[in-house]
């Protein structure tokens, strides 16, 4: 395909259901877009706090839609989103996240890894309501995620490092930078310029800004079906 | 077409620029959807208040984000929005909602009414950042959405009715008893159900949810496309 591919960069945690929405579109859309998808692990907690935003948990009635509304998304998008018995009680996802980081520094370059252990801590959270904190819960998900056995100890030591809590810190850092207050938080790198983009629910929009066509969130059965 | 046309509500504040890309979208596909679209004219601040919520002005990231997305939306849903100079200063909506009340019960069953005059509050106050608290400023919206002039006074002292207050109370208490918690409030009334929806960004999930097909928030210019 002609031209340079357009660099993607997805702001996430796995602690945020609306963020899982727009991770799998972007990793379907791989195959579709000429882009150049960038995994950017951070800390949902750091943002609400830096940028002053407060839960949507917080407004019974935006608590209660939330609910319905990811039901819905979920059967649209095809992932299984299944909401925890109290939400309000998902555990943070501090070591979940330095976790990814500790992936993403020590197996640098191979994107597949960051991608399937961050899918496989949202399946244990937003799908199975499991744990994310226990180092045993990260070890299954990296299991699960096909790490070798035999790194996941190290990856576990590594995640409490000073190097992966200073790089979580400012990956988080340059979010807030770029204007985050919530995931996915998704910039465009479009002739030079960044476009920004909130939410899983702007992919028509963001098609159009980087020059592309929006098919869906399930380009796959779109075209199966054209 | 067969079958009972499924009725939508439609609650809205014209404080609120979203409300008019929703209010937009549902007025061009009654023509194409098999749909009873009714106007639910209500008011945000008791929206705010009663649910909790806080306006995303207060969150600067939010704010910043907001005027950009709103640009990108109006160009793509084709509505004139253009932020007020300082949106933060955005006057009261009270008594315009008032006044669309007061629309709604004097000519009652002239929903050609109630969407003109809505229509013209926002193009004044999110197109053309001009004032929608005084009476002269309701005054001109009416004539531009054609009501005859010499009802206009009429329909003002209307508006500062107990009677209306207490109607406009009580819309808003409705949508906020429906799950409410900020506009556009959409609730689709599906064999029996009422299905709600928040937000101008929940199209294509509604267009399942009431057996029809999103084509896109400019319909008529997707189908000449076609």
């Known amino acids: 395909m002609a031209g340079t591919r357009k660099v993607i960069e997805l702001f996430y945690d796995v602690a945020c259901p609306y963020a899982w929405l727009g991770f799998e579109v972007l990793c379907r859309y791989r195959n579709v877009w000429n882009i150049d998808l960038q995994f ?82 949202w399946k244990r959270i937003w799908s199975g309501d499991e744990d994310i904190t226990l180092p045993a819960s990260l070890s299954e998900a990296g299991l699960k995620a096909g790490l070798p056995a035999n790194e996941i100890e190290e990856l576990l030591q590594l995640a409490s490092s000073q190097k992966i809590k200073e790089r979580l810190k400012s990956t988080t850092q340059k979010a ?16 030079g310029k960044e476009e920004m983009f909130f939410g899983s629910d702007r992919f028509e929009l963001m098609a159009h800004c980087i020059g592309e066509q929006w098919l869906g969130p399930q380009p796959a059965k779109t075209s199966a079906r054209m």
Do not use: W
Request: aromatic share 8%; proline share 7%.
């Open 40 to 121: 950017r692990p951070a800390f949902l907690g750091g943002i609400m706090h830096g940028s002053g935003n407060k839960s949507p948990g917080l407004v019974p009635n935006k608590c209660l839609y939330m609910g319905k509304d990811l039901a819905r998304l979920a059967l649209y998008f095809g992932v299984p989103i299944v909401s925890p018995e109290n939400p309000a009680e998902v555990k943070g996802s501090l070591s979940a996240m330095r976790f990814v980081t500790a992936v993403a520094e020590s197996r640098e370059g191979r994107q597949a890894d960051v991608e399937n252990v961050s899918r496989e801590l």
């Open 176 to 191: 807030l930078d770029c204007g985050a207050f919530g995931f996915p938080h998704i910039i465009c790198h479009v002739n």
